[in-house]
């Protein structure tokens, strides 16, 4: 149970952008200018990606707050393996190229990039996309932990990086609630009502019970 929970934000991630760019390729007209369209991305000159001004994420892990081999958690206890795992993870991902590409379709990756750019782009949105996956699962140890300070920097930049991950929202919000800080629960709210989220009725609910619930 714990695993899919972890699991589920990037399933979310990935089945919204599926959905999204499903939808952003297959216009609401005719299929003639559906398959025009395919046809001229098919077509597109490649571009040399090094010489195009491309929004790469650069993560600030130096603000992340990593823990060392002799850390002991709240109850005196070691951690076990997982946290350390995690931490690496998010290290090495961190220093992969990573672009997040989901408001363009793949056609129109194609037509602006040339498709041979298609699997790099791909790759690089992939390694967004897992970064996010890696932050999220990171935060989520520590709030399950009782490392609530610590939580809070990792899950609001999970956030910061991408406003459609629910757990984030949900953790912040209780952590921010038990601490009496009702307005940042409210900071999250509007955050997540400018959202494109697929979730993000329900994530508006709960933000709302939170506050609701003070």
């Given at each position: 149970m714990?695993v ?5 934000p ?7 952008r599926?959905?999204l760019?499903k939808s952003?390729s297959?216009p ?6 559906f398959?025009?369209h395919e046809r001229?991305?098919?077509?597109a000159?490649s571009?040399?990606l090094s010489?195009?001004d491309?929004?790469?994420?650069e993560?600030?892990t130096a603000s992340?707050p990593?823990?060392s081999?002799?850390f ?27 672009i997040d ?10 037509i602006?990039?040339g ?13 967004y ?6 932050l999220?699962?990171w935060g989520?140890?520590l ?6 300070d ?5 899950l609001?930049?999970?956030l910061?990086?991408?406003?459609d ?8 919000g209780?952590?921010?609630r038990?601490?009496g ?8 709210l509007?955050i997540?009502?400018e959202s ?7 994530i ?7 506050i609701?619930?003070?």
């Amino acid at each position: 149970m714990k695993v899919f929970i972890i699991i589920l934000p990037l399933m979310v991630l990935l089945v919204f952008r599926g959905i999204l760019k499903k939808s952003n390729s297959e216009p609401d007209t005719s299929m003639d200018e559906f398959w025009e369209h395919e046809r001229e991305a098919m077509f597109a000159r490649s571009k040399d990606l090094s010489k195009l001004d491309l929004e790469y994420f650069e993560p600030d892990t130096a603000s992340l707050p990593f823990h060392s081999d002799d850390f002991v958690l709240p109850d005196g206890s070691a951690p076990d393996s997982e946290l350390f795992t995690i931490e690496q993870q998010v290290l090495e991902r961190s220093k992969e190229p990573m672009i997040d590409l989901h408001e363009m379709s793949n056609t129109d990756l194609k037509i602006a990039y040339g498709p041979n750019n298609f699997p790099t782009l791909s790759k690089y949105d992939q390694n967004y996309l897992y970064f996010v996956r890696d932050l999220f699962k990171w935060g989520k140890y520590l709030y399950d932990n009782k490392l609530r300070d610590d939580a809070v920097i990792v899950l609001e930049y999970t956030l910061k990086m991408s406003d459609d991950v629910s757990g984030a929202y949900s953790m912040l919000g209780t952590i921010y609630r038990d601490k009496g800080e009702i307005g940042r629960i409210t900071e999250l709210l509007h955050i997540a009502e400018e959202s494109d989220s697929i979730s993000k009725d329900s994530i508006c609910s709960n933000l709302k019970d939170l506050i609701n619930s003070y």
